[in-house]
Every structure is written in C-alpha cells, then in structure tokens.
C-alpha cells in the first residue's frame, strides 16, 4: 500500500482538555483553537467552576483570551461537588451555559480537593443527568490509600462504576483518558450509552517512559502511564473504528519548576502538537481510514452535536517539537519535547 503525503480530515475536536485561566490561559488557549474547533473544557480550577455563574464567567474569559475572529467554540463542563443542586444543574444544562458535568474523586488529581466523597451523595443529581440526557464526564480512580497507584482505575471500574451503570443505565457516561485494558473492556461491554476518551501520551507511552533511566517528570500524568500491554490495549481501541472511543488530549499544562520538583504536578502538555501526535500512532497501527471518525465524528455523535464542517489538512513532513515553549510567560515542556514527528498540521 502506498503511504498517503496528506490526510484531509473533517475538523476536529477535543473532548478533554484543561485551559487554565488567567495569564496561563492567554497561552494555553490559542494552541487548542489552532488544532481543533471545540473542546469539552474542564472545571478544575482554584476555586473550580461548581455553578453556572462561575462557568458562564469562565467562559468569557476564555472568549477575551483568543483573537476575535476565532471560530473555537469551548464546551463548557460543571464541576460537581458533595453538593450539588440537581435543579441547578438541569437549569445550567437547559440553558446551554454547560454540556456535561465532571466528576472527579475527592483527591484523585490536581485540583479534585472539592470533588465528590461518596457517589451515593449525588445519586439524586446523577438520576436527574439520567433524565434530561446530560453527559457525565468521570476521571475514574479511586483515592483509597490502600489501592496502589497502578490499580487504582481497575478498581474503579469494579467499586464504583460497574454499579454506577447498572443503577442508572440511561446514565450516558464519558469515562476519561482511559489508561488499561480493563477500562477498554469495560466500555466495549457497557452500552452504547458508555464512552471513553484517550489521550496520546497513554497511546505513546507506557511507564517505562516514566521510570526507566532515570525519574522523568514530563511524562507524569493521572492516571498514570500503565504497562506496555495496557498501552497496546489503548492503541486497539482507539484505531478500531468503535463509536465508543474518541480523541480527548487531557492537555493539562503545568510550569516546568512546578513539574521539576520534589512533589511535581500531574498533567502532560500535549496540546500544540495533538493532531500531529495521534497521527502517528494510526499510521503505526495502519490505520489512517480510521483517524477522522475518532478525531471528528464519534464524538460529537457522542454529545449529540452537530459535527464540523470545513476541514483540515495534515502533511507528511517533519515537524521537530521545541524543548519548551513560553505559555504567556511560562516555560511549560510540551509533550514530545526534542522529537521529531512526522505530520503537520497545515495552519
Ligand atoms: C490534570 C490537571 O493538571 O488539571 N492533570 C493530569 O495529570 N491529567 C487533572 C486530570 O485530568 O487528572
Ligand atoms: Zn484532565
């Protein structure tokens, strides 16, 4: 078969991704608007975004960051909290101020400290997300002391979610930036009403890349990087060509010093150069045929939105990832950093 010397794809989106605020936005933002034309943005901010205000707010400011003519749309998400109302999260939705609701783990990752204690505490709003069709959006680790790292999103699957879907089986569920072979099969056994995101650092990955020569800081992110079979596991799923996967890059920068440090920060900046790094896992898996239906269908299909028109073209040409970039002010390693890729976007 001969190799293709571009790739024209509708344009796409991202379902998962941290903009931050304030100067770090400024930075951060324009990068995803480049590459994609919506992104389901998350709500952990310091304080996070737990009503409708505080996200409608949001939003603005990430509008004032990016240049007027912009086509970008952000997807805006709602934190939840032990105390959530669920009327004010069926008014938020019914007013198109949110499309989906976060649910993070009390202490799971980088800003959950407000996040969920107890699932059985917002069953009442979880029921009412069943009723009016809202997505709920769910980083999938338990926080129990005792559950090592590298099983902490196997078991959540088998404590927390597998009941979560029998109980409310109209519940549309995106399980996050998925990183094992339980999480694949999880979903490719839940029903159409069951999703996952995938990132491409776990598609790239595995924790060797961590751990291996020596203590890599770059390459942390929660869930953390898994074993290489976990990592094969992703590959399949994500090139399959099932509805149930889709792109989501958890782009979730952070300053170098606070990543370079004796407690460092969770999160991998990937977001310049998303497209161009997914890329490269389908032609590795020679699957390019499938790349537009991950990029760019299934997942508007997903959230029932309309998908993109226009298009973007990727060429087959070296691109060298910078060692760092300055993000409004701050020196933030990219994920790739030092490589060389082999697409690139045309801009
Ligand atoms: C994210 C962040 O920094 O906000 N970090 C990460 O490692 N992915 C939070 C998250 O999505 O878990
Ligand atoms: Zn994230």
Redesign the pocket.
Same mark, same amino acid.
């Given at each position: 078969m001969t190799s293709p010397e571009t790739i024209t794809i509708r344009r796409p989106d991202d379902w998962h991704v941290?903009l931050r605020d304030g100067a770090l936005l400024a930075g951060v933002a324009p990068h995803t608007a480049r590459q994609f034309a919506r992104a389901i943005v998350?709500p952990?901010l310091s304080p996070p975004m737990m009503d409708s205000a505080g996200v409608a707010a949001y939003r603005a400011r990430i509008m004032a960051a990016l240049p007027d003519d912009t086509s970008f749309t952000p997807l805006m998400t709602l934190y939840l909290t032990d105390h959530t109302d669920p009327d004010e999260v069926a008014r938020g939705h019914a007013d198109a101020v949110f499309v989906a609701a976060k649910l993070y783990p009390a202490h799971a !990752? !980088? $800003?959950s400290a407000h996040g969920v204690t107890d699932i059985a505490r917002i069953m009442p709003v979880l029921a009412r997300m069943e009723a009016i069709g809202m997505p709920l959006l769910i980083?999938g680790e338990v926080t129990d002391a005792h559950v090592d790292i590298f099983d902490r999103e196997a078991v959540f699957i088998a404590r927390t979610l597998e009941p979560l879907v029998k109980a409310l089986p109209g519940l549309r569920v995106v399980f996050e930036?998925v990183t094992t072979a339980e999480a694949v099969q999880f979903v490719e056994s839940a029903g159409p009403n069951v999703a996952a995101t995938i990132t491409p650092q776990h598609l790239h990955i595995n924790r060797n890349a961590m751990l291996v020569g020596g203590i890599r800081p770059h390459a942390y /992110?929660?869930p953390v990087a898994k074993r290489e079979h976990h990592r094969l596991a992703l590959r399949k799923a994500a090139t399959s060509g099932s509805a149930q996967f889709f792109l989501g890059t958890?782009s979730?920068p952070?300053a170098r010093h606070l990543k370079e440090a004796a407690c460092g /920060?969770? $999160?991998i900046f990937n977001a310049p150069y998303a497209l161009e790094s997914y890329l490269a896992v389908f032609e590795e898996e020679g699957a390019l045929d499938r790349f537009e239906g991950f990029a760019s269908e299934h997942g508007p299909r997903f959230y029932r939105l309309p998908l993109n028109e226009g298009t973007v073209t990727l060429e087959r040409a070296p691109v060298t990832v910078p060692e760092e970039i300055d993000v409004g002010g701050t020196v933030i390693v990219p994920f790739h950093a030092g490589e060389t890729l082999g697409w690139r976007l045309r801009s």
């Open positions: 941290h998350m952990n !990752t !980088t $800003g980083h930036h /992110c929660l958890d979730a952070h /920060c969770a $999160g």
